[in-house]
């Protein structure tokens, strides 16, 4: 699969919405045999790419596959490093959507809280009275 080339000066025109969840990266290296896969944090995404940080950076132009929850695998290159962050361009457009929809397995009914009694606390407070502060 061909990924864009990038052109001087990059211009970048779409909507990039911050985000902060984990993801598997596989960083297809020269000389290593199905890569290496990495986790990484996504900082923002757009349909055309994200910007992820990682301990280490794979190499600018470097390829890549990012699984993307909702999505699943999605091919990508390098397209700048700065640090431990870096940019991943994708070869086609996403759907940003689908990878922030929470799936409905991870969607657990809320837990109730269970409410103690008001009293318990004041008395904990009025048998001591060395617990009271001035004010």
């Not at 045999?33 to 923002?44: A, D, F, P, S, W």
């Not at 790419?49 to 132009?61: F, H, S, Y």
Request: one cysteine or more.
């Amino acid at each position: 699969m061909s990924i864009p080339e990038k052109t001087t000066p990059e211009k970048r025109h779409s909507f990039r919405d911050s985000l902060l969840m984990s993801a598997r990266c596989l960083i297809r290296e020269q000389g290593v045999e199905g890569g290496v896969e990495i986790t990484v944090k996504l900082r923002n995404i757009s349909a055309q790419g994200v910007m992820a940080e990682a301990q280490r950076a794979p190499a600018k132009d470097a390829q890549v596959s990012l699984e993307l929850r909702n999505v699943g695998w999605v091919e990508g290159r390098i397209a700048w490093v700065q640090d431990n962050r870096f940019g991943i361009l994708f070869a086609k457009e996403i759907d940003p959507n689908r990878v922030r929809q929470i799936p409905a397995e991870a969607q657990a009914a809320p837990v109730p809280m269970t409410p103690r009694p008001l009293g318990v606390r004041l008395r904990q407070i009025s048998a001591n009275p060395n617990a009271l502060r001035r004010v």
